[in-house]
């Protein structure tokens, strides 16, 4: 059974930083295009960054290009989120989500992504 589970949010104050993490177990992590995705209070889960199998692939939300970083440590079998200069919009419930296919799709839908882990809770406020 395919698991992922995050870690590293938390309370931030504007403009600061957080990195969340991805642990994914039991299939290749290379194989397979990740993504993170977030929900806002009362809003629709989003995608906000994709890495695909290769290092090359990789997708960011037009919100957070320039602020967030997605990256993979194949020998941990981890993915991160390198998340800066954060705004209060960025509070939400980040998730990481595994596609079933090597690129990422585009755009970022829940749809590609079969496999979920359960969250981690970012809160952007001062």
């Known amino acids: 059974q395919v698991q992922l589970v995050e870690s590293g949010g938390g309370l931030v104050q504007p403009g600061g930083s957080l990195r969340l993490s991805c642990a994914a177990s039991r299939f290749t992590l290379d194989d397979y295009a990740i993504g993170w995705f977030r929900r806002a209070p009362g809003k629709e889960r989003e995608g906000v960054a994709c890495?695909?199998?290769?290092?090359?692939?990789?997708y960011y939300a037009n919100s957070v290009k320039g602020r967030f970083t997605i990256s993979r440590d194949n020998a941990k079998k981890t993915v991160y989120l390198q998340m800066n200069s954060l705004k209060p919009e960025d509070t939400g419930v980040y998730y990481c989500a595994r596609s079933g296919m090597r690129l990422c799709p585009i755009p970022q839908e829940t749809r590609w992504f079969g496999y979920w882990g359960q969250g981690t809770q970012v809160t952007v406020s001062s």
């Open positions: 890495l695909g199998s290769s290092f090359d692939s990789t």
